[in-house]
């Protein structure tokens, strides 16, 4: 009598997968190839190369704008580094990193006001120079300024550290896409004085066709923007216009609680899942735009029903692009505390849950391409 056995292969790179020769592709553990409850595997080789670290899937840099930082930090300029603070997290790429590192930083946060009302900005300073420190940038707090739109003074005050800072060399301005890098070059230019002959104009950078705007400082030196850095691992990437538009922050967020038990989950809309596949019961503090649908789920079946709301636009917002797991990457965090211990789990460009864990497995689920991290808490809740 015939039997047909389906050929398994590996869910990253395709190779089919075996588990005789670990010297050849598609090499996986014979008990993990033979366990007929998982649906989908990864070869030994992409697991490791997708492993959960504390971030994911980095930014993509251009290869021009590579060529202008490098010239920077090789004359000693400053560079001044815009973050938005209500998502950064996931904006480090090693090769800026590495390439950065040991130069002269300074590091800005915008954005400010969307954090829920209260926060700290001393704590926050903190956090940012410990998230640089963690992407291998040797950043302390007193090397962080925050700006808020509402204050005049921290721009000022911003503006005057970077004239104390750059030493008479350029200066200049990088961050990712939506970082606030305009805002912030607008709000300079309203209390700016020209002390040169030339005037601020946009130009190709010497050696390269990356376009920068030039702000002549003195004679001397100058304020350069460059052009925003991708934002392509970010879940606001590639959204429609009206999707962007209903969960796009523009005041501050606000808390939202849910208790998950083991085999539950967490439907955040129809943009990621997060599941207790093991361990205690949670609180998980949740810091999206109140757009953002959460809905709690048994784990039973749990793709396929957040593959079927998602597709009927039953959870808000729905994303088209998500047709089945195969469109999703996946996660699983393990957490072993002996006591609570609070931790962030971010989506990068969406915002971030905090958890007190203790003994928890997390199983999480986002988009294709899409970045999350964990940290120690962006917001302290006394």
């Not at 230019?189 to 376009?211: A, P, W």
Request: proline share 3%.
């Amino acid at each position: 009598m015939e039997q047909i056995k389906k050929i398994r292969k590996c869910y990253s790179c395709g190779a089919t997968l075996q588990c005789d020769d670990p010297s050849k592709e598609g090499y996986v553990n014979k008990e993990v190839l033979e366990n007929p409850t998982q649906n989908f595997l990864f070869c030994n080789r992409c697991f490791e190369a997708e492993r959960f670290s504390s971030v994911s899937n980095e930014p993509y840099i251009d290869e021009e704008f590579i060529e202008v930082i490098k010239q920077a930090k090789e004359k000693g300029c400053l560079i001044v580094y815009v973050v938005n603070l209500f998502s950064f997290e996931t904006s480090f790429s090693k090769e800026l990193t590495e390439l950065i590192s040991g130069g002269n930083i300074l590091v800005v946060g915008t954005k400010f006001d969307l954090l829920p009302e209260g926060t700290s900005l001393y704590d926050t300073s903190e956090y940012v120079a410990h998230r640089f420190r963690v992407a291998g940038l040797k950043i302390k707090s007193e090397d962080v300024m925050i700006t808020t739109k509402q204050d005049d003074d921290s721009i000022q005050e911003t503006l005057t550290r970077i004239f104390e800072l750059k030493n008479g060399k350029d200066v200049f301005i990088i961050g990712q896409s939506d970082s606030g890098k305009t805002a912030l070059i607008s709000a300079f230019l309203k209390i700016y004085s020209n002390l040169s002959n030339g005037n601020i104009m946009t130009h190709e950078y010497k050696s390269t066709n990356l376009k920068v705007m030039e702000i002549p400082l003195n004679n001397r030196s100058s304020m350069y923007e460059t052009p925003g850095i991708s934002i392509t691992n970010s879940i606001l990437f590639g959204l429609d216009a009206k999707t962007l538009k209903s969960i796009y922050l523009t005041k501050p967020v606000k808390a939202r609680e849910m208790s998950i038990s083991e085999h539950q989950s967490l439907f955040i809309g129809g943009l990621g899942i997060i599941e207790v596949l093991e361990g205690d019961k949670a609180t998980f503090t949740c810091y999206f735009h109140d757009n953002v649908q959460l809905r709690k789920s048994h784990i039973t079946d749990v793709e396929k029903k957040f593959i079927s709301l998602n597709s009927k636009g039953q959870l808000n917002p729905s994303l088209n692009r998500i047709k089945s797991t195969k469109d999703m990457e996946i996660f699983d965090i393990t957490f072993q505390n002996k006591k609570p211990i609070a931790r962030d789990i971010g989506f990068a460009g969406l915002g971030w849950v905090t958890i007190n864990s203790t003994n928890q497995k997390l199983r999480i689920y986002v988009p294709k391409g899409v970045a999350i991290y964990t940290s120690r808490p962006k917001v302290k809740n006394d």
